[in-house]
């Protein structure tokens, strides 16, 4: 049995990985279309810029979307497996 106070802790963790989910996509969203957008300037330094974005900031967005994606799955993964006994069930056993 999962007790309440993990239940909260559960969702207040989902809260703030999909609150950081979504902020990240909207950062990659803007690095996507300055990119493009520098790029059918097709000036020299606009391809300089662009390139600039998508190498050091496009790639490491996606990488921590990435990340945040897999510490979600690792989070539902624990949850379904975590089985808090009841303290009824931890009469009788000895104590560790």
């Not at 207040?12 to 996507?32: D, F, M, P, S």
């Not at 606009?46 to 979307?65: F, I, M, P």
């Amino acid at each position: 049995m999962v007790t309440p106070e993990f239940s909260a802790l559960e969702r207040t963790l989902r809260k703030n990985l999909e609150h950081l989910q979504q902020q990240l996509h909207i950062a990659q969203a803007g690095v996507i279309v300055t990119t493009q957008f520098l790029k059918t300037q097709d000036a020299e330094q606009d391809w300089d810029v662009a390139t600039l974005l998508e190498q050091c900031v496009g790639n490491r967005l996606s990488r921590q979307l990435e990340l945040t994606d897999a510490l979600l799955a690792a989070l539902d993964a624990y949850i379904a497996d975590v089985a808090v006994p009841d303290s009824r069930e931890w009469e009788g056993l000895p104590m560790q």
